[in-house]
């Protein structure tokens, strides 16, 4: 079927099966691979992407349910050359060691923190706690989303008009639409 939407600011108009989830359709249609697959479960948030705003997990959304919508991946955070204010303060404060979970980390934070700009820690460790690091280097990380929401910058909202506007995240860190989320403690841990 025939799929609009927009992907990173550009519109885009594929055709595509109605089966194909959104993580699928964002590596192998679009060539974008931040988002990437760790568990296929919902479980990791590793293909955390943002849903006109919202953190979702895009390997249990369909790519039609985002008809008509904005999808962000990291590729699209940054601008005119420059890191959007999550990811520098993810490079500033050491919250990143691999490829595969910061993507989903970054735009989990960025979801989270266009809900709640200002998270205590113990919040930001709640936010996140479906965003998993097989190397649990989560106090880094917790610092580096503790160092966006101080910067206190308007761009580490969702809405600031390089990530679609701005919402609610569905529940805890990244949960996919339609479901509860996933169950860790690890970010808490
Ligand atoms: S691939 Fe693990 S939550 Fe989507
Ligand atoms: S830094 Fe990516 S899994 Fe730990």
């Keep these: 079927m025939l799929l609009k939407l927009n992907v990173n600011g550009q519109q885009r108009s594929d055709d595509v099966e109605p089966r194909l989830l959104l993580v699928h359709y964002l590596r192998e249609v679009c060539g974008l691979r931040a988002a990437n697959v760790g568990c296929d479960t919902t ?62 980390m970054v735009m989990a934070t960025v979801g989270l923190l266009a809900e709640n700009p200002e998270p205590t820690e113990d919040q930001v460790r709640e936010g996140l706690e479906g965003n998993l690091c097989r190397c649990t280097g989560y106090h880094n990380i917790v610092r580096a989303v503790l160092a966006a929401a101080a910067a206190g910058d308007p761009a580490t909202s969702a809405g600031s008009g390089r990530s679609g506007p701005s919402g609610p995240v569905r529940g805890r860190g990244a949960p996919a639409v339609g479901t509860s989320g996933p169950a860790s403690d690890a970010v808490g841990a």
Aim: net charge negative; hydrophobic share 35%.
């Design 43 to 104: 479980s990791c948030g590793a293909c955390t992407v943002l849903l006109d705003g919202k953190s979702v997990k895009s390997c249990t959304v369909l790519t039609v349910q985002a008809a008509g919508q904005q999808v962000t991946t990291a590729e699209g955070l940054a601008a005119d050359g420059e890191l959007h204010p999550v990811q520098a303060a993810f490079r500033r404060e050491h919250g990143l060691q691999c490829g595969f979970c910061t993507p989903g």
